[in-house]
């Protein structure tokens, strides 16, 4: 098997960070070399005390930070709606076993930037602010980040407005940064991760597996498939996972090249990214927009990956 590819997992857990984060600690492929926390779902401080209970869970061993207290311009906005009030509720996990790093997030991630001797992958699965941060306080680092995978946006259309997708949303000034970074962006946005479906079925599927990590992922699962239920879907679109599926398994996705812009000022559509979805436009790509998914296979992935974790808790 080639090398691993070294990943920066930085997120707002929730759910489906979680689950996004148990599928990259699963893979070969990928070798986690830190995780960082951003507010969105909820506030920083418990995004962060559920990163570091989602790691003793998961068995995952890598130095953790906390990130940015608040988006770049913006006030701070969580969604305790679809999350709950800790951002993580459902099932009971364990108390941390480590502890955060000194520094802070965009301070970790310059560190293991700067100190790898190949370029580093950024799996971004919350609002974009630590990132976005780390590429205008640390410019001579752009050329030795690999890509950004990123959770957000849609270019038919928002959830947390008609126009924008709740990570966008939360911090617009922070995408707009990375969009025209002129880094490798792969965008998993509304299009395909509404479609990145989990029905009642497969949550049954991930807990027949038995161990611990599968009792836990199909809580979540269930948890999360609650308030989506309530607004008419068929299962739960696990959105985050699809950023780290781009990188160990591209086969089960449709990707297009496109130009994505950010809109930091609209009336009504703060926060949209406006993808060129015109024939024969000029506009230079500047991102790998995910469009649509193998459901099925992405379903089995996510089985597969809960049964590499130990029966032992
Ligand atoms: C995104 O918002 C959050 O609630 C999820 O974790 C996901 O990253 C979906 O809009
Ligand atoms: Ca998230």
């Known amino acids: 098997m080639a090398d691993k590819i070294p990943v920066i997992l930085d997120g707002d857990p929730g759910h489906d960070d979680a689950i996004a984060w148990m599928l990259a600690a699963s893979s070969p492929m990928l070798d986690i070399k830190a995780i960082t926390t951003c507010c969105g779902n909820q506030t920083l401080e418990k995004t ?11 068995g995952i061993r890598c130095p953790i930070a906390k990130g940015r207290p608040t988006p770049m311009v913006a006030p701070p906005m969580t969604a305790g709606a679809v999350h709950g009030e800790s951002g993580l509720d459902g099932p009971k996990l364990p ?9 802070g997030a965009v301070e970790l991630m310059a560190k293991i930037i700067r100190e790898s001797d190949e370029p580093i992958q950024i799996v971004a699965t ?42 966008i949303l939360v911090d617009p000034e922070a995408a707009d940064i990375e969009f025209r970074s002129g880094l490798p962006i792969i965008m998993a946005g509304l299009d395909v991760t509404e479609k990145a479906l989990i029905f009642p079925e497969d949550f049954e ?19 999360f498939y609650k308030f989506h239920r309530e607004l008419g879907y068929e299962g739960a679109p696990v959105h985050d996972p699809v950023a780290v599926t781009a990188l160990i398994r591209p086969d089960l996705l449709e990707i297009r090249d496109m130009h994505v812009d950010i809109e930091t000022k609209g009336e009504y559509c703060r926060g949209m990214t406006v993808g060129d979805m015109r024939g024969g436009s000029t506009a230079k ?18 089985v597969e990956a809960v049964k590499t974790y130990s029966k032992e808790v």
């Open 205 to 223: 599927r991930v807990r027949a597996v038995g161990n611990p990590v599968a009792k836990v992922v199909a809580e979540w699962l269930e948890f």
């Open 126 to 167: 919350g609002p974009q602010t630590n990132v976005a941060t780390l590429l205008v306080t640390y410019p001579e680092l752009k050329e030795k980040i690999r890509g950004i995978s990123l959770m957000g946006g849609g270019i038919a259309y928002g959830n947390w407005s008609c126009a924008a997708e709740f990570n």
């Open 285 to 302: 790509p500047n991102a790998k927009v995910i469009m649509n998914i193998d459901r099925d296979g992405f379903a089995d992935l996510l």
């Open 95 to 103: 108390e941390p076993e480590m502890e955060l790093e000194e520094i």
């Open 48 to 58: 962060t005390y559920n990163a570091l209970r989602i790691c003793t869970l998961l």
